[in-house]
């Protein structure tokens, strides 16, 4: 030991950058020397954390990051999804949640393989974080088997639907023998049209008027969503493939990338209009819906439970609709007073048709619609689908990963008029090409 303690600090410094970072805790109880030398040594932390994470991302002026700091808490997120304890992992969901989040937000957009996403990933393997930290939102709550309390405030139960979505991999089937499957209350939340009010937009929102994402509503809407396409990939034989199925892929700013294009892309748009969206190009959009009937006859044929409460679980089939969307971003404006302040309101056109129901007369459309920050900093999109001149349908949904993100939109679409007899359902909308082509 005396030997190692007496060697320069260049040469201590390169064999303390082999550790793994979840040693240097004890490396640095070893001996005074070691904990003088390991305790803020900005450097050696900033070389141990690259070589197991995503650069940080930096904005032209930022200070170098604490690289001492970030580096323990992220062992510690380690430590706490590698503990085979409950009553260790039980308590730390906001640590959990908060940690994941600012993971993803910081993960680089060059890789192909970003190092944050399959730190996550194999973390989240553990059928143990899945139940504790995915399935603790009130979706889950509800389908436990009866005699069970639940274990989760409303506020973790918010956490638990984030982390849930940011994850991307709908768990319709928990494996937790107490819990029932889920999408029968997915889907009673999905289309309970009480959750549709002015107050939340009639989009994936808190019903308070402030645009705070819902991360409940995001969650059932994953749900029902991942539910419908894992029917219509089986049905297809495989033509239709699956999506959703890599853990935290997408969920991140700037992970959209277009395939290669055979044809030259479209000049670029002058510099003062930049869409910071990246909304032109080619996307795919699901539309599920009930039966207007059983739609109205869930709501409405008998006496509605109290406001605080779920209507009953809804098992049922939907019908589905996957649509082509063509959309071109043509004008940019400046936030106003309810939008967050730091990205622009651009707006955008283009056209949708449906890919296996052209007889459909509400499948093909032209689109408009607008993408804007929120005051929480979520990405909001709105679009309107517009039938012979006439708006009909309006969608709100939320960005999830943020902007440019691989994911896509989840939210909710509604009749224009906002009627509160419906009809309403669920809708996502991802990117797949950056090709736009012009039509007549």
Not at 10 to 24: G, K, R, Y
Not at 168 to 192: E, F, H, Q
Not at 399 to 407: E, L
Not at 416 to 437: E, H, N, V
Request: aromatic share 10%; proline share 8%.
């Amino acid at each position: 030991m005396a030997c190692l303690i007496s060697l320069p600090h260049e040469i201590l410094h390169n064999v303390f950058a082999e550790a793994d970072p979840v040693d240097m805790a004890s490396l640095a109880c070893t001996c005074r020397a070691f904990h003088g030398f390991i305790q803020k040594n900005r450097c050696l932390f900033k070389k141990l954390y690259l070589k197991t994470f995503d650069p940080r991302i930096r904005e032209a002026g930022d200070k170098e990051p604490a690289w001492e700091e970030l580096l323990p808490r992220l062992v510690k997120l380690q430590k706490i999804l590698d503990s085979s304890d409950q009553n260790t992992k039980r308590p730390n969901l906001e640590y959990v949640a908060d940690n994941v989040a600012d993971l993803l937000r910081n993960t680089s957009s060059e890789a192909q393989h970003p190092f944050n996403v399959a730190f996550l990933a194999e973390l989240f393997q553990q059928p143990a974080n899945a139940e504790l930290f995915l399935c603790n939102s009130s979706l889950y709550e509800r389908a436990k088997k009866e005699g069970r309390s639940p274990s989760a405030t409303k506020a973790e139960q918010q956490l638990s639907a984030k982390l849930h979505c940011l994850y991307g991999v709908p768990i319709l089937y928990p494996k937790r023998t107490t819990c029932k499957p889920v999408y029968p209350y997915a889907t009673s939340k999905v289309y309970d049209l009480r959750q549709y009010t002015e107050k939340t937009f009639w989009g994936p929102f808190i019903d308070d008027g402030s645009q705070d994402v819902d991360w409940e509503k995001v969650e059932a809407i994953m749900v029902v969503l991942g539910h419908n396409l894992q029917i219509f990939s089986d049905r297809t034989n495989g033509v239709f493939k699956p999506i959703w199925i890599d853990p935290f892929s997408g969920a991140t700013p700037d992970s959209y990338r277009s395939p290669s294009l055979p044809v030259p892309e479209e000049p670029p748009l002058p510099l003062d209009f930049i869409d910071p969206y990246n909304i032109t190009g080619t996307w795919m959009r699901v539309v599920c819906f009930l039966d207007y009937t059983e739609l109205f006859s869930y709501n409405f044929s008998s006496a509605p439970p109290p406001s605080d409460e779920p209507r009953e679980p809804l098992d049922t089939g939907e019908a589905i609709r996957l649509i082509i969307m063509n959309l071109k971003a043509t004008k940019l404006e400046q936030p106003g007073p309810t939008d967050g302040q730091t990205l622009p309101i651009v707006h955008f056109t283009g056209t949708s048709r449906s890919m296996h129901a052209s007889w459909d007369p509400n499948s093909n459309s032209t689109i408009r619609g607008t993408v804007r920050l929120t005051p929480e900093g979520e990405i909001r999109w709105t679009t309107f689908s517009v039938y012979h001149g006439e708006e009909r349908w309006r969608s709100e949904g939320i960005q999830i990963g943020g902007r440019n993100s691989a994911r896509g939109v989840f939210g909710n679409w509604f009749d224009k008029d906002f009627d509160p007899q419906g009809p309403a359902g669920p809708t996502a909308l991802w990117k797949i090409s950056d090709r736009y082509t012009e039509t007549s």
